[in-house]
């Protein structure tokens, strides 16, 4: 982490102390560390003992001796006890004493925001002193940009940094488009665009309504030169999608799914000529972000179509009506349908669905499956050859994700029963991207690279075109916040895939590059969208020209060449089209040669040998209506030696309609975890009897993947009990203490009500690990049923972390999911929480003084005595656990000293408050009636819980508590504290580094 010194002579007696931005939206702590002003008789005064004439800060507050969150200054892993914390873009005044003669400080990105979950964020901030207010706060690569002007604007390609092998080049500015939100193309092609000029409260700004425009690249040059207005209507508002699916042009505008049907494809939308239908109607969220995106074809011939979290309420063609709640309602826009008073309740399929969802549909509308839900916003989505689903999703604060999708996937921003958000289910401790998406709760699919703040937009996969071949399978996905779009190569992983992430298209400065949208393109380049603004999100927008560009990146000179592709209904024209790099190209491709059936069999076995693996799945998909001889060869692909052969045979047996149980009983065995993922998530729907055995083989085959222990809770869904008895036979009945991890997170998973004696029994045991016992709280406080409440209690008196995490359980929820249990009752009954009859202690810890003990350096080259240390140790374990024995109150030792080194240990002991360790920053609860309770706050809600050194965990009630603030020293006592002298320390650091 860089720091800064400051050390400036004074003229005056007026200070303004400014931060700037820098361009990135989030994670901008910035710190004055130890601010000093030196007078003229040479006495230094501390600046945070001055009181400040005004102060501004870009998010949450100015702090003394806190960073602007209100936790300690901490930068370079060092806490300071002296400093100011701002967040920018901020602005400090201070009236100096007379005869101030030097301004001194350290500056710095405070660690807060500058490093989540372990790794940097893309902070980012520059700092200023000045003796006289400046007009505004400079802002660093920020580019001249005036808001009313009309005049259009583009980010030139000087600004862009592409891979080597590529060049970016202007494919079309306005005026040919404005503020795009979303493009697609044609066979031709030709690009579509969706615009957004009445977007949020510019709503009126195009009294005609927004546009789908056509752009058109008449002489081959890579450059349109034509651009016309395909539709025009006052309902369209900042539509969000659009897609053409041959001649039907689908625009995603709330509350509707339009679909416009260009009969004569003269491409001009003619109401006495061609057609206009809501394919659905029901969606949350006319000219909200959070709303209805785009549809993509997917290689079964389907359509594909997501929405945010603003829910929806709709009835497919065939008549079952979807209810996807949730408890946000916000933002403005226009909402059409009650989902918070829906959220919760069951779907015409049998399911509860929330928040954010995708779904696939028959062209007509019928046949509807939700195919994912727990979304916050995933704004597109992208569905290979091979049929896997990657989207992206936004934050509420930093924890925005790239996901592969598994169908039927929970991603857990709302609670899975519609009523709560994440943040009111937030385990104490808990990373924001662990709480955010749920992490540590059965049911949740793992969300993939959780990269933090930002404003994900448009997806998209490449899999072959005008780019090097080494590009095949690049999976691209827009960050406007952060003014790239990001690249992954996706790879198998166990039941997922690894998603590594580079910058693949960025701008090198300036802020004005906001991509909307990537695509590939009919040509095989690939093309990004650019809605040109100083800011994103917020639901604003400040460029009053409207200005769009679209970028085409592709090897240097490329010169597009277009198949003629779509100019009859032929085979060979339908191949054509299968093949297009263009992922709704492909899909016109595929309408023909179903239609056309076994005569199209020859062709698509010759499609079959083509050297690209995903031109190959393609054919694969049409095989089930290629007559009963496509049927032969699809069979005989189930037993192919290439894993991804036969799960491409079990996807397109199953979307064609094949009995999932037939195919389940061919592959439940599979060395594939990907094949036996998706044998499971089949089995999710269809007859209890006929899935137990299949389910309980393939649980037999877990061996700790997250997510294909959540597929296989898809396929004992309803069934749970006898999976679980099936699964005990195969594990040879091990009692409840017995169980091997794999057996313990399966019991998780499943949620099973006759489990509660033996995880009762678990959590209770002194014979197995905390970690293991808390675990077994954790399983417990899932199953939802009347029973739990008296086992929780009961363990809720157990000593240490399990009672402690026990009460803060039934504190959660008898407020929450078990509120209808009585635990309220339970808690007073059993002597746990009374708020009538609580007493409090008071629970101090002094601060540390300076140590007597050696420099550093003398105490690493002690020789210490294992055997004397872990004598020593006995002292620590009224805080830490070692070896079995003590509290879990701090860290364990165990790994400490191999993870950190001993220099870090060292430190850590001497001086705890130097790097307080991530999670364990101490508070303190001020009583009103006097007193104080420091320790680790575990819940803040009512009662407040706090458990304190020795394990002591106490429940207070709120209308006891004057404040709850953030501790400036450590909760450890330090070495000289504890009575160490530099012998023990060494015999102690010996010891511990025993334990690996």
């Given amino acids: 982490m860089k720091f800064a010194e400051i050390d400036l002579p004074l003229k005056k007696r007026d200070l303004y102390l400014a931060v700037s931005g820098e361009g990135d939206i989030s994670h901008d702590w910035a710190d004055w560390l130890e601010p000093k002003i030196t007078l003229k008789d040479g006495n230094l005064v501390d600046l945070t003992g001055i009181k400040w004439e005004s102060a501004t800060t870009g998010h949450a507050r100015v702090q003394i001796g806190r960073n602007c969150e209100g936790k300690p200054l901490s930068a370079g892993g060092k806490v300071y006890q002296k400093g100011i914390g701002v967040h920018a873009r901020s602005m400090i005044h201070y009236r100096l004493p007379e005869g101030a ?98 977007y949020r409260r510019h709503q009126k700004r195009r009294s005609e309504g927004d546009r789908i425009v056509v752009l058109q690249d008449t002489n081959g040059d890579g450059k349109a030169d034509s651009s016309h207005t395909f539709v025009q209507d006052p309902e369209l508002v900042a539509p969000l999608g659009v897609s053409v699916l041959d001649n039907q042009i689908v625009v995603a505008q ?31 969220g006319k000219n909200h972000d959070h709303s209805l995106h785009a549809v993509v074809a997917g290689p079964d011939g389907k359509w594909y179509f997501n929405q945010g979290n603003c829910g929806a309420m709709f009835t497919s063609k ?192 300036g802020n004005m590059f906001r991509p909307s949208d990537v695509m590939v393109g009919a040509d095989g380049a690939i093309y990004v969208a650019d809605w040109y603004d100083p800011g994103v999100g917020g639901h604003a927008d400040r460029d009053g020209s409207c200005s769009g560009t679209i970028y085409r990146i592709a090897p240097r000179g490329f010169k597009p060449k277009l198949s003629q592709a779509g100019q009859s209904n032929s085979i060979t024209e339908a191949v054509k089209m299968l093949k297009s790099p263009a992922i709704n190209v492909r899909y016109a491709g595929f309408k023909i040669l179903r239609d ?29 209506y290629m007559g009963k001889e496509g049927r032969m060869v699809l069979n005989g692909l189930l037993g192919n030696k290439s894993a991804g052969m036969r799960l491409m045979a079990m996807r397109s047996l199953r979307a064609a309609g094949e009995d999932p149980v037939r195919l389940a009983k061919a592959l439940v065995g599979d060395a594939s975890p990907q094949v ?31 997510t294909y222990l959540e597929a296989c809770g898809f396929a004992a869904e309803g069934v749970e009990e006898k999976v679980w008895n099936g699964l005990r036979l195969v594990k040879k009945g091990a009692g409840a203490l017995d169980w091997n991890p794999n057996l313990a997170r399966i019991a998780w998973r499943l949620k099973i009500p006759s489990l509660i004696p033996a995880l009762h029994e678990r959590a209770a045991s002194p014979k197995l690990s905390d970690a293991d016992r808390l675990f077994a709280v954790d399983s417990l406080a899932f199953i939802d049923d009347v029973k739990s409440v008296p086992a929780m209690a009961s363990l809720a008196k157990v000593p240490g972390p399990v009672g402690a995490s026990a009460s803060q359980w039934l504190i959660h929820l008898s407020n929450t999911r078990w509120s209808q249990f009585g635990v309220k009752d339970v808690l007073k009954k059993e002597g746990i929480y009374d708020p009538s009859k609580v007493e409090i202690v008071s629970v101090l810890v002094p601060e540390a003084t300076k140590s007597s003990l050696p420099p550093l350096k003398d105490l690493m080259k002690l020789k210490g005595d294992i055997a004397r240390g872990k004598t020593t140790a006995a002292r620590c374990i009224m805080c830490h656990q070692i070896e079995g024995q003590g509290v879990n109150f701090g860290p364990d030792l165990k790994g400490w000293i191999e993870r950190q080194g001993k220099e870090m240990f060292l430190r850590s002991v001497v001086n705890p408050s130097e790097q307080i360790a991530q999670g364990y920053t101490g508070s303190s609860v001020k009583l009103k009636e006097g007193g104080e309770v420091q320790g680790l706050v575990l819940s803040k809600s009512n ?4 458990q304190s050194q020795g394990g002591l965990v106490q429940m207070i009630p709120a209308d006891k508590v004057e404040k709850v603030s953030n501790m400036a020293h450590s909760l450890m006592l330090s070495a000289d504290q504890l009575g160490l002298s530099a012998q023990d320390l060494a015999d102690l650091t010996s010891y511990l580094e025993t334990l690996k």
């Avoid at 706060?137 to 009313?148: K, L, N, R, T």
């Avoid at 494919?171 to 009445?198: C, F, H, Q």
């Avoid at 339009?258 to 969606?283: H, W």
């Avoid at 009662?943 to 706090?946: A, E, G, K, L, S």
Wanted: with cysteine.
């Fill in 101 to 198: 003669k030097r301004f001194q400080a350290k500056v710095a990105l405070d660690d807060g925001g500058a490093i989540r979950d372990g790794g940097r964020t893309p902070a980012s901030v520059r700092f200023f002193v000045f003796d006289k207010k400046p007009a505004k706060i400079p802002e660093g690569q920020v580019e001249a940009f005036d808001p009313d002007s009309l005049e259009a604007e583009k980010v030139p390609v000087t600004a862009f940094e592409v891979p080597d092998d590529l060049e970016v080049t202007v494919w079309a500015t306005s005026p040919m488009l404005y503020n795009p939100t979303n493009m697609d193309t044609d066979a031709k092609g030709r690009i579509w665009v969706a615009e957004g000029v009445n």
């Fill in 254 to 284: 709330p509350p509707h799914l339009i679909v416009y049907t260009d009969v004569d494809r003269n491409l001009r939308f003619d109401p006495k000529v061609d057609k206009r239908e809501n394919l659905l109607s029901g969606f949350n």
């Fill in 318 to 509: 065939d008549g079952k009506t979807f209810k996807i709640g949730g408890p946000y309602r916000g933002g403005g826009g226009e909402w059409f349908v009650d989902n918070i008073k829906f959220g919760g309740e069951k779907s015409d399929d049998g399911h509860v669905w929330v928040g954010g969802f995708a779904g696939k549909m028959d062209p007509d509308g019928k046949n509807v499956q939700i195919i994912g839900h727990g979304f916050r916003n995933s704004y597109e989505h992208t569905v290979t050859s091979m049929g896997d689903v990657f989207q992206n999703d936004n934050d509420d604060p930093p924890a925005c994700r790239t996901t592969w999708l598994m169908e039927g996937g929970f991603l857990g921003f709302f609670s899975p029963d519609g009523k709560r958000t994440w943040q009111a289910d937030r385990r104490p401790g808990q990373s924001v991207p662990r709480a955010h998406w749920r992490q540590d709760d059965p049911g949740t699919l793992p969300p993939g690279d959780v990269y933090g703040g930002g404003s994900p937009t448009g997806i998209c996969y490449y899999e072959h075109g005008a780019l090097p071949k080494k590009y095949e399978g690049l999976l691209l996905s827009c960050e406007a916040a952060k003014r790239v779009v990001y690249g992954y190569h996706p790879k198998p992983e166990g039941a997922n895939f690894k998603l590594e992430r580079f910058d693949f298209f960025k701008s090198k400065s």
């Fill in 596 to 624: 056309t059936g076994p005569k199209a069999l020859p062709a698509l076995m010759e499609v079959m040998r083509d050297s690209n693996k995903y031109v190959r799945a393609r054919a694969i998909h049409l095989l089930p």
């Fill in 676 to 706: 036996r993922r998706e044998v499971a998530v089949a089995l999710r729907d269809v007859d209890p009897q006929a899935k137990i055995p299949l389910a309980v083989e393939l649980l037999h085959h877990y061996d700790g993947d997250r």
């Fill in 943 to 946: 009662p407040v819980i706090v």
